[in-house]
């Protein structure tokens, strides 16, 4: 904004410019009435100004005191000690700290929530809390719960390892449960409506027993675990990128979830799975049988690094020398990476692919190439042999 004593119309001498008082009365004032003295006008308001600053800035102290010393500054409630009696506290997968946390205090182990996560914070180890179900005591300090979580023997929980087929899950919950060989088979048999499985499994658990850690309770079943790893699994299922990967390979999502076991069957790492995918998508583009040793393997129920040529003559959907296309059914339970790979293969124009050794699987596009390799895996077999390899594996044409 200009000046106004400055802008044209308004200086001094036009009109609208101020009036001039008369000498010795300052505008405003009464003729006749002493002015007051200058000097102690400007030492009173000196005085009010500084009072009322100190006032000002012992008010702004107090309000940022206050607003830096908020409820959750306070030191966290906590309790002292081991505590005392026996409770039971189930740590899902993928819980954070602070979940855990109100758990604890929820089943009354800790004070607060805060006293846990303040607690954690201190651990390196606190993000290395395993799924299962822990025995703690009530009234416990934060620290002495959290010691309890961060010790793995404590944890009473059932893991599946990625890549098992749904007998080895069976036999393991029956272990697990103490119940009697081939009691959870006959459960998923039994309950298969049950189970929460999608209409696409056409009733075969086999592929939607997510491998991960789950707790076990003195609550816990045959049905009620393959219910949460079924429930785990279509979790990991969820979304679009299953149905986007099912477009772009011209096959069903139910597909999708056979090539990542696949994946998972024959390759030991991440690189090699999304290798591995890539091949079974270009085999199928090309109307080429897959012919993979891994579903022989499932259909024999047996693992082995060699394949025979009787083998490749096998009656059974799950040949895939004899039949073109993917298995009936996933041969095995991927976990996230072969999924992974599943959605997302590796980019190459391979059609073979041979693990010559550990560590060392060869991809290519090229027949001749890929029987030079098979030629090496032959080689380093009969120079270490094993109980359940006898015969050279054939040769893809």
Known sequence: MTDPYTAPGLTPGHLG????????????LPYGVEPPDPGRLRTGAACCLSVAGLLGVATAGAVALFLAW??????????????????????????????????????????????????????????????????????????AALNVLLDPANANALTIPEGWRSTQIYAAI??????????TKATAEQHLADLGLPADATGHPEGYLFPATYPVTGDSTALSLLQEMVKEADTELGGGAIADAAAANNITPYGVLAVASLAQAEADNPEDMAKVARVVYNRLAKNMPLQLDSTINYA???????????????????????HSGLPPTPIGNPGRDALRAAI??????????????????????????????????????????????????????
């Not at 410019?17 to 405003?28: K, S």
């Not at 109100?102 to 809390?129: G, M």
């Open 174 to 183: 029956d272990t697990r449960l103490g119940l009697e060989p081939g009691t």
């Open 344 to 397: 997302h293969p590796a980019d190459g124009d391979w059609l073979y692919f041979v693990t010559v050794q550990p560590g060392d699987t060869r991809f290519t596009d090229s027949a001749d190439q890929h029987r030079k390799n098979v030629d090496e895996f032959n080689a380093h077999r009969a120079q270490n042999p094993s109980p359940t390899d006898s015969a050279p594996a054939p040769s893809v044409p």
């Open 17 to 28: 410019a101020p009036v001039l008082e008369p000498e010795g009365a300052p505008p405003g």
């Open 300 to 322: 024999l129920g047996r693992s082995t690094l060699t394949t025979t040529v009787d083998d490749t003559r096998l009656d059974s959907p799950f040949n895939t020398y004899a």
């Open 70 to 143: 908020p409820e959750g500054k306070k030191p966290a409630p906590d309790f002292v000690g081991a505590g005392t009696g026996r409770v039971q506290v189930s740590v899902a997968q993928g819980a954070s700290v602070t979940q855990i946390g109100k758990t604890l205090t929820a089943k009354h182990v800790i004070a607060s929530t805060r006293a846990f996560t303040e607690a954690a914070a201190k651990s390196p180890a606190s993000n290395r809390i395993q799924p299962g179900t822990y025995t703690l005591k009530e009234k416990m300090s934060a620290t």
